[in-house]
């Protein structure tokens, strides 16, 4: 799994100019799922979200977790995280998981965060296009590829 971690001020996601969901201070993760992602990487990389310093405490240091703070999330699904590009100029998503295996892995994620994070998770719609509104705030930004471990 691969997730764009952003720390935002707001964010919100439209699926056919209707709002979908948005929230206020949080996180907004834009995940891709690639074949051969399992369990392991759920539980690793919902734990590591959850968990993210990356909001100020009382001194201006990235301290706190989304947990910490009382925070929302916005998971969006993004295939496009896993493009390939080192041959030619058109990105190839041969690594990014066929739907029937990435659906219910990405909602697995999903309950998973929200056990994390004690409360619910905001998402978007596996599949359609989307579009997505957020006020990065700071900006952070955060690339956690369950494969590295980083």
């Given at each position: 799994?691969?997730?764009?971690?952003?720390?935002?001020?707001?964010?919100?996601?439209?699926?056919?100019?209707?709002?979908?969901?948005?929230?206020g201070?949080?996180?907004?993760?834009?995940?891709?799922?690639?074949?051969?992602?399992?369990?392991?990487?759920?539980?690793?990389?919902?734990?590591?979200?959850?968990?993210?310093?990356?909001?100020?405490?009382?001194?201006?240091?990235m301290?706190?977790?989304?947990?910490?703070?009382?925070?929302?999330i916005?998971?969006?699904?993004?295939?496009?995280?896993?493009?390939?590009?080192?041959?030619?100029?058109r990105p190839?998503?041969?690594?990014?998981?066929?739907?029937?295996?990435?659906?219910?892995?990405?909602?697995r994620?999903?309950?998973?965060?929200?056990?994390?994070?004690?409360?619910?998770?905001?998402?978007?719609?596996?599949?359609?296009?989307?579009?997505?509104?957020?006020?990065?705030?700071?900006?952070?930004?955060?690339?956690?590829?369950?494969?590295?471990?980083?």
């Amino acid at each position: 799994m691969r997730a764009v971690i952003q720390r935002v001020s707001e964010a919100s996601v439209s699926i056919g100019g209707e709002q979908r969901a948005a929230i206020g201070r949080g996180l907004l993760v834009l995940i891709g799922i690639e074949e051969g992602d399992g369990d392991e990487d759920i539980n690793w990389l919902s734990g590591k979200i959850a968990r993210l310093r990356v909001f100020s405490d009382d001194q201006g240091l990235m301290n706190r977790s989304a947990q910490e703070i009382g925070g929302s999330i916005l998971v969006v699904s993004q295939f496009t995280l896993l493009a390939s590009t080192h041959k030619g100029n058109r990105p190839s998503f041969t690594r990014a998981a066929r739907p029937e295996t990435a659906v219910p892995l990405y909602e697995r994620f999903v309950k998973r965060l929200e056990a994390e994070l004690g409360k619910p998770v905001a998402t978007g719609e596996f599949g359609p296009m989307m579009q997505v509104s957020l006020v990065n705030d700071g900006p952070v930004t955060i690339l956690i590829d369950t494969r590295l471990r980083e």
